[in-house]
């Protein structure tokens, strides 16, 4: 039997900081415990300490201080002792696998402490839509077992593979799985492709999905930073504070910043670019509306794009799933954001 109640989900909500919150797990037979124990970066160490000289320095342990790190449970594992479970199975194409048991002993140098950060992240943002009724209410987005793959080849580019389903993290610069902005954002292309099988068929579709995961990743994290207490010091509209310290100059140092002033006249067709764009349309509408609206409204429309889909459809349809969703008010807000980045037809 597994675990799947949404009492479950619920109890298991709140970081487990001491045994008393054991006490409140429900009660389901034999696999009945609580969650195992786990160490992970708070988001990321840049976001969490506002440290923007944080730097790597070939993954050693002592470029991160003890606490940027905080003790959170693995929730909805199954019982294999590895790290796989409702919304996540992950594993290790080089390094040693991970074991649940000894989750709270690793840190950044550890090659299994990327593989911790992949699974908590992305249990945490399928529960996060599962909050604001996908799976429930609303279709599910993603509602399944996501497989991840974790390597220690150099490229500096995780990546969303449609063909097998798999987010795959790679070690370049920052180990890009020591980010949860960069965690969540593949796992936005993941739940694009579950929503619109082979979504990203046009440049402009391809755009769409970047945007999505990089606000998909802000959105994540600042809702755990709210849920679990957890400092939040850089600004919000910034991506990727720890992963792009390998690549960036200057500070504050982020992959991309989601509110950018980028119109439709302003796309290079080079899609993370170009995302930008709709990105800050996202960005403006959940500024609007509040997070829980926007993100309803967000992710509610995707299920309605082409896979080939333009900006201008796009915008349309998100206007009328506002429309649909939230009434006159909430399509305005939407349609204004779309307006203001100058797409065409909306
Ligand atoms: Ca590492
Ligand atoms: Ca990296
Ligand atoms: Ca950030
Ligand atoms: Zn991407």
Redesign the pocket.
């Known amino acids: 039997m597994t675990r799947r109640t949404s009492r479950a989900l619920v109890a298991a909500a709140a970081v487990t900081v001491a045994s008393a919150t054991a006490a409140l797990l429900p009660s389901a037979g034999a696999s009945a415990a609580a969650a195992p124990q786990a160490r992970v970066f708070m988001v990321n160490p840049v976001q969490s300490s506002g440290d923007q000289s944080l730097a790597d320095h070939k993954d050693a342990a002592s470029d991160v201080p003890a606490s940027a790190y905080a003790t959170v449970a693995l929730r909805n594992l199954d019982a294999s002792g590895a790290l796989s479970g409702r919304w996540a199975a992950v594993r290790s194409e080089t390094g040693k696998p991970a074991k649940v048991a000894d989750a709270t002993s690793y840190d950044r140098h550890d090659d299994e402490f990327e593989q911790v950060m992949a699974y908590f992240w992305v249990n945490e943002a399928q529960e996060y839509l599962q909050g604001l009724g996908f799976g429930t209410e609303l279709r599910g987005a993603n509602d399944r077992v996501q497989p991840v793959r974790l390597n220690q080849w150099g490229s500096d580019n ?3 593979t449609d063909k097998k389903d798999e987010i795959r993290f790679g070690k370049g610069g920052v180990d890009d799985a020591e980010d949860a902005e960069v965690i969540v ?2 796992y ?2 993941a739940v694009h492709e579950a929503q619109v099988p082979g979504f990203g068929g046009s440049a402009e579709a391809g755009a769409i ?2 945007a999505f ?1 990089d606000y998909l990743g802000m959105e994540v994290g600042a809702a755990a930073d709210a849920k679990y207490g957890w400092p939040m010091k850089t600004e919000l509209a910034c991506v990727g504070d720890w992963d792009s310290t390998g690549y960036t100059a200057t500070a504050p140092h982020c992959l991309r910043r989601l509110d950018g002033t980028k119109t439709y006249a302003d796309r290079v067709g080079e ?2 670019a170009d995302g930008e764009i709709w990105s800050r349309a996202l960005f403006d509408i959940r500024n609007e509306l509040g997070a829980r609206t926007a993100d309803r409204i967000i992710v509610n429309a995707q299920f309605g794009f082409a896979p080939d889909t333009s900006f201008k459809d796009a915008a349309l349809t998100t206007v009328a799933t506002a429309q649909k969703m939230y009434g006159t008010q909430a399509a305005a807000a939407v349609r204004d954001a779309f307006r203001a980045r100058a797409i065409p037809g909306v």
């Open positions: 995780s990546f969303f954002h593949e936005g292309h999905g970047e995961g899609v993370h």
